[in-house]
Nanobody, 131 residues
Framework: EVEVVESGGEVVPVGGSLRLTCIAS????????MAWFRQAPGKEREGVSC????????YYTDPVKGRFTVSRGNGKNTLILQMNSLKPEDTAMYYC????????????????????????WGRGTQVTVST
C-alpha cells in the first residue's frame, strides 16, 4: 500500500523561504513521478513542480519558476520543495502526489491540470504567506 505524507507548511512573511518534505512509502520501484500541487481557497488545484524519479528530470509551472526548487531528499522516496521569495499568492494547501509509471510525460501532461493521473495523494500541508 502506498502512503504519501507531507510536512513543513507554516506561516512565513512575504519574501521568506520554506522547505516542504514529502515521503512516499510503498512504491515498488523507480518507475514513477512525484509532484507538488497546491490549492488556494475558492480555486482549482494547480500544478507546482514535478520530478521524474528514474532520471531526475524536473519541471515547474510558470508562477514558481526561478523561485521554487524540487529535489530528492536523503531518504528513500523523499521529495523536497524549497520555496524562496514567497509571495502572498503562494498561500495555499500544498499536496504531494505520486504516480506509478509516470515519468517525464506524466509530469508534463499533469502539471497544467489538477493532476488526474497521479494515483496517490497526501493530505496536504498549509502554507500561508503573510503581508
Amino acid at each position: 500500500e502506498v502512503e504519501v505524507v507531507e510536512s513543513g507548511g507554516e506561516v512565513v512573511p512575504v519574501g521568506g523561504s520554506l522547505r516542504l518534505t514529502c515521503i512516499a512509502s510503498g512504491l515498488p520501484n523507480d518507475e514513477y513521478a512525484m509532484a507538488w500541487f497546491r490549492q488556494a481557497p475558492g480555486k482549482e488545484r494547480e500544478g507546482v513542480s514535478c520530478l521524474a524519479w528514474k532520471d531526475g528530470q524536473t519541471y515547474y509551472t510558470d508562477p514558481v519558476k526561478g523561485r521554487f526548487t524540487v529535489s530528492r531528499g536523503n531518504g528513500k522516496n523523499t521529495l523536497i520543495l524549497q520555496m524562496n521569495s514567497l509571495k502572498p499568492e503562494d498561500t495555499a494547501m500544498y499536496y504531494c502526489a505520486a504516480g506509478y509509471r509516470l515519468g517525464r510525460i506524466g509530469c508534463t501532461s499533469n502539471l497544467d491540470s489538477p493532476g488526474p493521473d497521479f494515483g496517490y495523494w497526501g493530505r496536504g500541508t498549509q502554507v500561508t504567506v503573510s503581508t
